[in-house]
């Protein structure tokens, strides 16, 4: 038998490809079973917080994932347990499918759902509404509900089943609670980087060339920051801004220009223009009366600088002009906004703090830091969640936000589900932290991601809105919670710097981001000092810098490399404006010359403090005025050139390697030097003597020559007027042929200037072919 059941076997193995019988075989997927038949989702649970007489409606879809029809099937709500801790609903978190008796009972029949058959595949949308009374609930508090699809299958059709079940939270309060929470929530106003140093424009038109058009799309209607601002006008929150996101938008309203192809901008579109006026609007009415923070310009990712920058020269002093800018930006009469604002806050990346970060956020004038729950844990012994504020010494208050509140509405919230259960979860969680101790007051607050996305922020507002109520908690603004009296058992020791967590480390600037940065400062420093109008670079490229360290770069370390990049490449080109035109090698004869030096301003402001320094590396040979070298000042206009001329000396022949530089007032070299060979050839007193002496000779031959000419005319002039007068040669006294002692007109006579030797008051252009200066008379000098 073994061996006639083998040959079939082996039959079928021959026809197998090698690939075929090396494969093996994938475990096929489980079929679902029991409450993993039926996918239940939930797409909406009003009210989020019911009151005495209200009718709670769910909705949602179920999904047969089966391959059996389902028939005889119903949705119906399960009113769960009481939960009665805030660690009690962490635990309902992790628990999934049906749990008899965890999940209670079904409430009556006649608020179900009917679905007479689901097929497998198929889709069904539900709603079931109860009122709160058939609820049966118990004594306030938070009960967990859960929505089951219950069933029956074609593989076990006698048996009613619960074939899918989703759960959530509905927080029960149905009066006020003794003393309810003091809760602040606050609402950020953050986005990226969207310009950089480049700007355009003279005089008082200078904007901000941006990178790309991606801030229009968060504030035409519907984006993120318009929703923000939409939500937020209706929600008794603290605003927390950053004012680079005012300053970059009020540039876009007053006509800003894109960065192009080749160097070149393009205006921005008017509709772009017109959407970032009508948000500052609509922004400056949302924020009257209410609570503001401005957070230092740019949102500098304070844990990035105590970790890797702390020590790097400016940049401490860098964030300290953040802060202060910051103030003033939210101030300024063109951004429409005159609002209360404070700027003593410090709000490290999702709240985690050690000494290191406290310490770098105080020395830039913050007196209170966010922090969060899971960064300044509370003692075991502590029973309830206490009051946000704390002091932790040197006079900083620390104020605590409630980690799982603060996180409630990260990760996604674009179906209707994540974000309907993001509401509950919420909600419950409020609920359960006041309950704790109804007899002490509390303050908590909310602190949550720095850029919610537009379905987060719409969650965020539904829950917010349901909070508002007052029936457990009451709305506070940031400025009365940091002053609230601290709970004497809530920590106040910041963790160590060890303690901070390696996820968090592991997204922060590295300390090479914050060196290069001081290289481009130190940059910024040398270049502003030789302009009429410093502070037309000295603002975009300071701005520029506080972006360069943003908190929204974590994640992004290529991107923020590009960026400091560029930012250090504009201002080298910028550099490169003022400079000097190269020269091409020159011959110098003679024992004295000049040499012109010229230089070029390109900028669109004047140039000062500057001098050109020319240096000869062989003295012996070429003197520079009266040593090895010489400076003139210069002071180059926006557009223009100027040239310098220094004498020269030459003291024997030969070549000698001269080099040009611009230094600044304190000596400094400013931009690339300029070398240039020339070649020396003195003319010795010997040599002298004989030129000299050739000249005598010639002098006399003239003057000999002259005489016998005035003798023979003498004697021409004493014959017969009868004679005919003969053709007159060279001797006779007549007229010269032409060009040779005919004398020359002294216009036409003179050299013509060489083409490479502008007027001292033109533009110089760079030279070309090599220089020839020629032996200059006694005393005379020849200019190049």
Do not use: C
Not at 240 to 268: C, E, H, Q, S
Not at 668 to 682: H, I, K, L, M, N
Request: hydrophobic residues 35%; aromatic residues 4%; neutral net charge.
């Amino acid at each position: 038998m073994a061996v006639t059941a083998a040959v079939p076997l082996l039959g079928l193995l021959a026809h197998l490809t090698p690939a075929q019988a090396d494969t093996p075989r994938q475990p096929a997927a489980a079929e679902p079973t029991g409450s993993r038949t039926v996918d239940v989702q939930l797409t909406g649970l009003t009210p989020e917080a019911p009151e005495a007489g209200d009718t709670v409606t769910v909705t949602g879809t179920l999904t047969n994932r089966s391959k059996e029809t389902i028939t005889e099937g119903h949705v119906a709500l399960r009113a769960g347990q009481l939960l009665s801790s805030r660690s009690a609903i962490d635990v309902a978190d992790g628990r999934s499918g049906y749990t008899p008796g965890l999940d209670g009972n079904e409430i009556a029949d006649k608020y179900d759902h009917k679905v007479d058959k689901l097929k497998p595949k198929q889709k069904e949308s539900f709603s079931v509404s109860v009122p709160v009374k058939d609820l049966q609930l118990g004594a306030d508090g938070v009960y967990q509900i859960g929505v089951s699809f219950d069933g029956r299958t074609s593989g076990v059709p006698w048996q009613e089943q619960v074939l899918g079940i989703k759960r959530t939270y509905l927080p029960w309060q149905p009066e006020p609670t003794a003393r309810q929470s003091k809760t602040t929530v606050l609402w950020p106003l953050v986005s990226t980087a969207h310009v950089g140093a480049r700007t355009v424009g003279g005089g008082d038109d200078q904007n901000n060339v941006f990178e790309n058009d991606d801030l229009a799309k968060e504030i035409l209607p519907g984006g993120r920051l318009d929703r923000m601002v939409s939500l937020g006008k209706s929600l008794d929150v603290t605003w927390v801004i950053d004012p680079d996101l005012i300053n970059t938008v009020a540039d876009m309203a007053n006509g800003y220009r894109l960065a192009g192809a080749d160097g070149k901008t393009v205006a921005g579109s008017k509709k772009n223009r017109d959407a970032a006026a009508t948000w500052l609007n609509a922004l400056g009415k949302a924020l009257t009366g209410q609570s503001v923070v401005a957070l230092p310009y740019g949102d500098p990712d304070l844990a990035s600088i105590a970790h890797n920058g702390a020590k790097i020269p400016t940049t401490l002093a860098r964030l300290k002009t953040a802060t202060d800018v910051g103030r003033i930006t939210l101030s300024i009469p063109d951004t429409d906004l005159d609002v209360k604002v404070s700027t003593d806050y410090a709000w490290p990346v999702d709240g985690a703090i050690d000494r290191s970060i406290v310490d770098v956020a105080t020395s830039a004038g913050a007196t209170k830091v966010i922090a969060r729950s899971d960064s300044l844990s509370e003692p075991d012994s502590l029973l309830y969640t206490p009051s946000a504020a704390r002091p932790i010494g040197g006079g900083v208050t620390a104020v605590v936000s409630d980690s799982r509140l603060s996180t409630a509405f990260e990760g996604s919230m674009d179906s209707p589900q994540s974000s309907t259960l993001a509401v509950q979860r919420f909600l419950a969680q409020s609920l359960a932290l006041t309950r704790q101790n109804e007899q002490k007051q509390r303050t908590v607050v909310v602190a949550p991601q720095r850029t919610p996305t537009t379905a987060q922020a719409e969650a965020m507002a539904t829950a917010l809105r349901a909070l508002q109520g007052g029936r457990w908690s009451l709305s506070q603004e940031l400025d009365k919670a940091a002053k609230t009296k601290a709970d004497p058992q809530a920590n106040t020791r910041v963790p160590p710097r060890s303690a901070y967590p390696k996820s968090l480390r592991a997204q922060e600037l590295p300390t090479a981001a914050f060196t290069s940065l001081h290289t481009t400062q130190k940059g910024l420093d040398s270049f502003q000092e030789i302009l009429q109008k410093p502070e037309r670079v000295i603002t975009p490229f300071g701005l520029a810098m506080d972006r360069a360290v943003a908190t929204s770069w974590r994640g992004r370390a290529a991107q923020a490399a590009t960026y400091r990049t560029d930012v250090r490449g504009y201002l080298d080109s910028l550099v490169r404006q003022v400079r000097l035109i190269p020269k091409t090698d020159a011959k110098l004869s003679g024992h004295s010359a000049t040499i012109p030096v010229t230089v070029q301003n390109n900028l669109l402001q004047d140039a000062r403090h500057l001098k050109v320094r020319l240096t000869s590396t062989k003295p012996t040979r070429l003197k520079i005025g009266e040593g090895p070298w010489e400076e003139r000042p210069v002071k180059i206009g926006a557009g223009h050139s100027q040239t310098v001329k220094f004498d020269t000396t030459i003291n024997a022949n030969g070549p000698v390697l001269v080099k040009a530089q611009l230094v600044t007032d304190d000596n400094r070299p400013y931009g690339q030097p300029v070398e240039f060979s020339v070649d020396a050839t003195e003319v010795t007193s010997t040599v002298m003597l004989i030129i000299a002496g050739g000249v005598l000779l010639l002098v006399l031959a003239g003057l000999r020559m002259y005489t016998q000419r005035k003798r023979r005319a003498r004697e021409d002039g004493t014959g017969g007027a009868d004679t005919a007068p003969g053709p007159q040669g060279p001797g006779d006294g007549g007229p010269a042929p032409a060009g040779e002692d005919t004398p020359r007109d002294p216009a036409t006579d003179s050299p013509e200037s060489p083409a490479e030797n502008p007027p001292g008051d033109s533009a110089a252009g760079p030279d070309t072919g090599s220089e020839n200066i020629e032996r200059s008379g006694a005393g005379e000098r020849v200019d190049r």
